[in-house]
Each structure stands twice: as C-alpha cells, then as structure tokens.
C-alpha cells in the first residue's frame, strides 16, 4: 500500500523529515509545502537522502520563498495536489 | 473519488489556506467532499467574531462563503470548540456565556463524525502545523 507523505515543518526546526524519510518506502511519495519547502536549502547527506525518493513540491510555496524546483522533484499544483491524493492509497499528513 | 477533509489549525495559519486552496481544487476536478471536520484549533475558522486585516486574506471568511456557496457539511468538534470559547446559541445558553460566535453553515458534533467521514470517503486528507 503505497503512501504519500505530506510535510509542512522546516526540517531546520524540527525532525520531522528526518523521521519521514526514514519511514517512506520505495512506493511512497513526499510532498513538501509550507515552511517543509525549505529542505532544498539541506547540505550534504541530508540533501542526498532526499534526492533519491519520489519527491513532490508545492509550486506556490517554492515562489514565495524564490526557490526554483531541482530536476529530482517535480513541482505540483492544487489540481496535481488533488490528483496526487487519489494516485496513492493514503496521505499522511505529519502535523 | 470522494474525500474527507480534516483541518486542525486555525485560519491565520498557512496549513489553512492549503486545506482550503485542496478543498476548491477537489470540487473543481469534480470530487466530492463528504465532510470538512474542524479539529483542535481548527474549529477558530468557525468562529464569526474573527477580524483579519485588511491587507491579509480572511480564510475563516473564505471557508464561511465555501461551505454555503457548495452545501457542504462543515462539522466542528463540539469538546475542542467549547474549550476555545467556540459557541452556538444552544452551547451559549446551556453553560450561560454571554458570546454565540458559531453560526450556520457551520454545526457543532462530536469526534463520531470524524469517524463516519473517514468510513464513508475513499481518501481522508488532514491539515495542521504551520
């Protein structure tokens, strides 16, 4: 059963990415939004670990912070955000 | 594909605006949202004695005008509500505080519903943090 994980915590913050990426399977997704976006600013295995997993970014949350979308992830709209939702059997939100 | 929607922050946080920006989305693809349940400092987004700025957007405004404007059922957890000063006219009566500031589209009823919307949805989406 695949899962798409959502994170809106900074991983400067907290541990909640940390914990995620530990927990994502090979099936899983990661949807970063809100302040969670800032975890393209990571350095060194903390950035590695990330790119190497199905990662979503919301779009809206990459412009407001003037981040561009690496190639590993793939930016997503509210419609994609949606569509997302359906393509995966559960959404973990990590409040 | 029908969905539940379970928002635990209150309107002024982020996590808000994206429950509420996922949830115009989900109409607009032509799903359906069987229940919206406002939990923990969510339910603040059903209070009608918010007042925003004037240069920011009022989303516990937004989520009024979404709930009518679609006929949604836009449940607050009655417990979390009543702990924040959340009230109808009923709750306002019953334990004699002189405020209601929960009016309709908006109802208060207990974690159940939460419950009966996950049951009957294909996908529960939650909301919180910032």
């Known amino acids: ?95 | 594909m029908k969905f539940a929607i379970a928002l635990y922050s209150a309107a002024h946080a982020p996590s808000s605006r994206r429950a509420l920006r996922f949830a115009e989305a989900a109409l607009a693809g032509g799903h359906e949202i069987v229940r919206l349940f406002f939990y923990q400092d969510g339910v603040h987004s059903a209070s009608s004695n918010i007042v925003t700025p004037q240069d920011e957007q009022d989303i516990a405004q937004q989520w009024t005008t979404f709930i009518s404007q679609h006929q949604l059922d836009g449940v607050v957890c009655i417990a979390a509500a009543l702990r924040r000063g959340v009230l109808n006219e009923d709750e306002a009566a019953r334990y004699q505080r002189p405020g209601v500031n929960l009016k309709a589209p908006w109802e208060l009823s207990g974690l159940g519903q939460l419950h009966d919307a996950i049951q009957s949805a294909d996908r529960l989406i939650c909301f919180g943090g910032p």
């Open chain 1, 1 to 95: 059963m695949s899962t798409l994980h959502v994170v809106s915590h900074s991983p400067f913050s907290d541990t909640r990415l940390g914990s995620c990426l530990r927990l994502l399977g090979s099936e899983d997704a990661l949807l970063l939004c809100g302040d969670a976006v800032y975890a393209l600013q990571l350095q060194g295995s903390a950035l590695t670990s990330l790119e190497d997993k199905n990662v979503f970014i919301l779009e809206e949350d990459l412009l407001v912070r003037n981040l561009e979308c690496p190639i590993w992830a793939t930016g997503v709209d509210y419609p994609a955000f949606v569509e997302l939702s359906i393509h995966y059997d559960k959404v973990n939100t990590w409040l």
